[in-house]
């Protein structure tokens, strides 16, 4: 067996345990020790998830397949990293280490970095559905690092339990992009003429499911504790839409 193939077999054991463990602390009750502990096995799979798709992809850089599984491992790990860090800032953002900045700043450049690949995708490449994909990641993981380096310098004040609302939606964002892999790899099975459209499917629709089930789960806390109820610019927009 060569040395790829080992990767990829370690790469697939993480992908499972991130998949079987994640699940678990979302079930438990929160700050328990259930809870704290499948959250840490979850947060080292995620780990050796992102480690072995950047070994992967050193191997073979040219394969398309895994330079969208890099964008992914790009975004979900910043999510979980983000997402654990952010208990640490329980007062303000402001608290956030260099550790944290220095992330925030590589996540953003490789956001950007995507973005620009979805652009040559189109004029360089002619190829839609990898503008689309790298058009998608990108502006996710640019937003979300920019918001944290804004946070950090105190240019955006931080509200109230920001800690708590900022990990269930980073936490949740990098299990919706470990769930897209898993999908992903499904699309093996369609037939090979099936159209682009068809393909974009397993890799926009946990993102939109899940991530629509993780908004409303926000309102609902938010509401218990007669907060206000905060919206993104996409849910903003279908708001005014629907109220007309």
């Known amino acids: ?121 189109i004029i360089g490449l002619q190829n839609y559905f990898i503008a689309i994909l790298f058009a998608v990641f990108g502006t996710l993981i640019s937003v979300n690092a920019r918001k944290d380096l804004q946070l950090f310098s105190g240019k955006i004040e931080s509200e109230k339990m920001h800690w708590y609302f900022g990990h269930i939606s980073k936490i949740m964002g990098a299990y919706i992009a470990t769930i897209t892999a898993f999908c992903v790899n499904m699309t093996r099975y369609l037939p090979e003429d099936a159209s682009v459209y068809l393909q974009l499917i397993p890799w926009l629709t946990p993102g939109v499911l899940l991530g629509v089930g993780t908004a409303y789960y926000s309102k609902r806390q938010r509401e218990k504790r007669r907060m206000p109820v905060k919206y993104g610019f996409i849910t903003s927009g279908l708001r005014r839409v629907l109220v007309r």
């Open 1 to 121: 067996m060569d040395f790829y193939k080992i990767i990829l077999l370690i790469h697939v054991a993480f992908g499972f345990s991130a998949l079987a463990t994640g699940v678990v602390p979302m079930l438990a009750k929160k700050g328990g020790k259930v809870h704290k502990f499948w959250g840490n096995v979850y947060y080292w799979s995620m780990f050796g998830v992102f480690i072995t798709t950047l070994m992967l992809f050193a191997l073979r850089p040219g394969q398309l397949k895994l330079q969208f599984f890099l964008c992914i491992a790009i975004l979900s790990f910043y999510f979980t990293f983000s997402g654990e860090r952010v208990l640490a800032m329980k007062k303000s953002a402001t608290q956030a280490t260099v550790l944290d900045r220095v992330a925030a700043g590589l996540a953003l450049a490789c956001g950007l970095a995507m973005l620009g690949y979805a652009g040559y995708g």
